[in-house]
């Protein structure tokens, strides 16, 4: 279960496609998909999202995410401070994200860290 507390959202305004980077709470724990532990903490999320009505569609596998503090407790604060780590760099992210999927987490986790 994830407890999401900040979401920056990019629309492009001639295809309509909707990118999020959202920071978040994750409870962790085993991930059936890959057989690994995911663990508990903060987490930054980048995702293609499809917004449509009443509804938001992912494609499966289409995003990425990575772990930027293992906490044992949810904390609203460090959630927080994370996000206004990474909200001046979020146009950055995007336009390396829709570069290269993987490198746009890179520097996500760059900014948020330094």
């Not at 001639?14 to 085993?30: A, F, N, Q, R």
């Not at 044992?72 to 996000?83: M, N, P, V």
Request: glycine share 8%; proline share 3%.
């Amino acid at each position: 279960m994830a407890i999401k507390v900040k979401d920056f959202v990019w629309r492009d305004q001639e295809t309509g496609k909707v990118i999020e980077v959202e920071v978040y709470y994750k409870l962790g724990g085993m991930n059936y998909f890959t057989g690994n532990t995911n663990p508990r903490g903060v987490y930054i999320s980048i995702s293609p999202v499809e917004v449509g009505g009443h509804f938001k569609t992912f494609t499966m596998l289409s995003g990425i995410s990575t772990c930027v503090e293992h906490l044992a407790r949810k904390s609203k604060k460090r959630i927080e401070y994370w996000a206004s780590k990474i909200e001046p760099h979020v146009d950055e992210i995007i336009a390396r994200f829709k570069e290269h999927c993987k490198e746009a987490i890179h520097y996500a986790y760059e900014r948020a860290v330094n």
